[in-house]
């Protein structure tokens, strides 16, 4: 059987994280399925999901990462094209991905004990976002 959902956000960007581990089980709990998979998947090409321990210093330390390795402060040849300013915000996206896919056993999800999954804005400007979520099992 599968399930579709949606996870809604609303964003500051920047680099903003959001915890949706907690909507991802609420998620799962609603859909009544005992085992398989739920995908996460964000219809954005300005931002991504990842799995991180979700502390204000592992947090901050990935959004220093992302600013070591794709500066905002540098030229894209996004920006030429479309005179915007967010070309660094595709290209952290492309990075981390765009979906995330998390087993489940018996109506929960197998994360570990200390691991969350983040969903990261990466875009200039507040956003609303939706989150796609398909939860395939029995």
Not at 37 to 45: G, H, L, N, Y
Not at 86 to 100: E, Q, Y
């Amino acid at each position: 059987m599968v399930v579709t959902k949606e996870i809604q956000l609303k964003t500051s960007g920047n680099c903003d994280m959001h915890d949706i581990s907690q909507e991802m089980a609420v998620a799962l709990h609603e859909s009544g399925l005992s085992n398989g998979i739920m995908t996460v998947f964000t219809p954005s090409s300005t931002s991504g999901l990842t799995t991180i321990e979700y502390e204000p210093g592992a947090v901050a330390d990935l959004e220093r990462l992302f600013d070591e390795i794709i500066s905002p402060q540098r030229e894209y040849k996004h920006h030429e094209r479309w005179h915007d300013d967010n070309g660094h915000s595709h290209v952290r996206s492309a990075l981390l991905g765009p979906s995330i896919t998390v087993p489940f056993v018996e109506g929960r999800l197998k994360l570990g004990t200390w691991q969350q999954v983040i969903f990261v804005d990466f875009d200039t400007r507040s956003r609303s976002r939706r989150l796609v979520v398909q939860i395939m099992g029995e």
